[in-house]
């Protein structure tokens, strides 16, 4: 589900959630481990994810939440109408932070591309909504997420649905070729934000809607937090400012920027990210409360 620069390094990770080694198991991190690019450890985690899923395992800690706390992120997104006749395989994948083709008021006949797709819930909704004279890409750099996604779509019986490999920051897709752009918690893991940023403006086409789901932050974040790894994967760390994520999309060339909170993330919240992350949750949780938010954020490409 996420796309992130090569350049970037892993910090050390001092647990791992079921979709790795058991829930809530202790690991002992190598010098090696603490090297691992963001990228490879990020493939790591949702190939693991998507492989759990596809096994059959359905109460992998990315779903439900590390010893059976719910998620206080990924859980509750989507509604049992829309998911009704989904596979339930593309909804046990999904560890976004919102659900973007719920407010990006898709239309029939557009085309629609997913940043970081993961199993596809996204793409495949989005394929409902623009019906059979529209189109609904994918873009995932991991193998196992996209074999997964694939076999979602074969079983929904979408034919208006094509998953990509690649990078948000390289998008495989051509000029102008796109109408709506969404993402699910993707955005905020990318070690190079002007340059997914840049590739969406240049594959939407002019009139294009940006529409995504992402982490937001409030003010300043606890080094702590940004540090994690864990938290990368989970979508919190790595996220950017609110008023820097404006600055970054007009700098990409976009107008009509709006954040719209659709949750802010109480210290309970906190809490519960904070010590799954292997951090010391009560130091932490008075600097993080309140700073992160889930949120929907618009933006659109001249005509």
């Not at 090696?32 to 899923?53: D, F, M, N, W």
């Not at 993961?118 to 529209?134: C, E, F, H, M, N």
């Not at 490999?165 to 934000?193: F, M, R």
């Not at 760390?237 to 060339?253: C, P």
Request: proline residues 5%; glycine residues 10%; contains cysteine.
């Amino acid at each position: 589900m996420t796309d992130l620069h090569p350049s970037a390094t892993a910090a050390t990770v001092t647990k791992t959630g079921c979709c790795d080694s058991g829930c809530c198991d202790e690991i002992a991190t190598t010098t090696k481990e603490r090297e691992t690019p963001i990228v490879e450890t990020i493939q790591q985690k949702y190939g693991a994810l998507a492989e759990h899923v596809r096994d059959g395992d359905k109460t992998t800690c990315c779903s439900v939440g590390c010893c059976g706390e719910p998620d206080p992120i990924t859980s509750q997104l989507y509604t049992t109408l829309e998911t009704e006749g989904l596979p339930d395989d593309a909804v046990l994948a999904s560890l976004g932070c919102g659900n973007p083709t719920a407010l990006a008021a898709l239309k029939p006949g557009e085309i629609v591309l997913d940043l970081g797709s993961g199993g596809g819930i996204d793409v495949l909704l989005s394929a409902r909504r623009v019906g059979p004279t529209g189109k609904a890409y994918g873009l995932d750099m991991t193998d196992q997420m996209l074999a997964l996604a694939r076999e979602n779509q074969r079983k929904s019986g979408l034919t208006n649905v094509e998953f990509l490999k690649g990078t948000i920051e390289q998008i495989p897709l051509p000029d102008h070729s796109v109408d709506v752009i969404i993402s699910n918690c993707v955005i905020n893991l990318s070690a190079d934000k002007p340059r997914a940023l840049a590739e969406a403006f240049r594959v939407l086409r002019p009139g294009g809607r940006f529409a995504v789901s992402d982490i937001v932050v409030r003010g300043s974040v606890p080094p702590a937090i940004q540090r994690s790894v864990e938290l990368w994967i989970g979508c919190v760390a790595g996220a950017l400012e609110e008023k820097e994520y404006v600055r970054l999309l007009q700098e990409a060339g976009f107008g009509g920027v709006d954040i719209e909170p659709t949750r802010v993330y109480d210290a309970s919240d906190a809490r519960a990210f904070l010590a799954s992350a292997g951090l010391n949750a009560e130091d932490l949780i008075k600097q993080a409360e309140g700073k992160f938010m889930s949120a929907f954020v618009r933006a659109g490409k001249p005509e």
